[in-house]
């Protein structure tokens, strides 16, 4: 297709002030044609009334609550009609040429899964770094072709927040589909104070990495790879101060063990040691 729909997703919570800035950077791209879709998780502080007054022309799905930024983002992504999406964050904006470039991309590679951006800090200038092929990408700002989602499916609806990208990016290498990194993609990424409690954070990644490492990894290196990750995590919670709360992500993840097991689709060992040799190179 010479100019394919691109659908731009966000989702947001009570952060009005900063979701209007997303959704203008994202009309300040030149490329068209696109469409944009912003899920709103109950906010409180008229983030849809703004929405709709200043952008009549975004989609915007109202939650009845807040479902959890993973399973919100899902909502969103499934209702793209786009044969690309871009994940965007409610606190970030993209720089003018980044959805042509990651159009262009996919052109020229058609059997790429995901393009992963470079996310800089407002007021950043991009560093000189290299495109590569990567195993994984930020939430904050990437791009996926809706192919792959149908093939492989969503984010995992149990996870709430945190860790959710590593997941998908295992099944999206399972696949076959290469995810690129690429560094004149940029994202600008705010980091918006609003909603943002890093201890939490912890709790939800080290959870939900054993959530990932039990479903998806092969029985044989399963346990050994969930006491690695229960060791890492905890040894960061000690690091952070936030021991209590990575201890409380590692029991919670032990704890499902039985229906986690129950719900197992592991990937390949060519596909753990392609993780584990992009994880190498990139040290």
């Not at 590569?132 to 989602?149: D, N, S």
Request: contains cysteine.
């Amino acid at each position: 297709m010479e100019n394919p729909l691109v659908s731009i997703v966000i989702l947001t919570w009570n952060r009005r002030q900063y979701v209007l800035k997303a959704i203008e950077s994202v009309f300040k791209q030149p490329y068209r044609p696109i469409e944009v879709i912003v899920v709103d998780s109950a906010s409180t502080d008229g983030t849809a009334q703004a929405v709709r007054k200043n952008y009549p022309e975004v989609q915007i799905i109202r939650l009845h609550r807040n479902l959890g930024a993973v399973e919100g983002r899902n909502i969103a992504l499934a209702n793209c009609h786009g044969g690309i999406i871009f994940s965007l964050d409610d606190d970030a904006w993209i720089w003018p040429s980044t959805l042509s470039l990651c159009v262009e991309r996919f052109k020229k590679e058609q059997d790429l899964g995901i393009i992963a951006c470079q996310i800089l800090a407002p007021e950043t200038e991009p560093t000189d770094v290299e495109e590569r092929y990567t195993y994984l990408f930020t939430g904050c700002g990437f791009a996926i072709k809706k192919e792959v989602l149908d093939k492989v499916g969503y984010f995992p609806s149990d996870f709430f927040r945190q860790a959710e990208e590593s997941d998908l990016a295992l099944r999206v290498l399972e696949a076959g589909y290469p995810i690129f990194f690429l560094p004149k993609a940029v994202v600008c990424h705010e980091e918006a104070p609003v909603n943002r409690d890093s201890k939490r954070f912890m709790f939800y990644g080290c959870r939900n990495e054993l959530f990932t490492v039990i479903r998806q990894y092969p029985l044989v290196v399963m346990p050994l790879a969930c006491l690695w990750k229960i060791f890492i995590w905890n040894l960061t919670g000690a690091e952070k101060k936030a021991l209590r709360f990575t201890l409380a992500g590692s029991v919670a993840g032990i704890v499902k063990l039985p229906q986690l097991l129950l719900q197992r689709e592991p990937v390949s060992f060519k596909t753990i040691r392609k993780l584990i040799n992009f994880k190498k190179s990139f040290r």
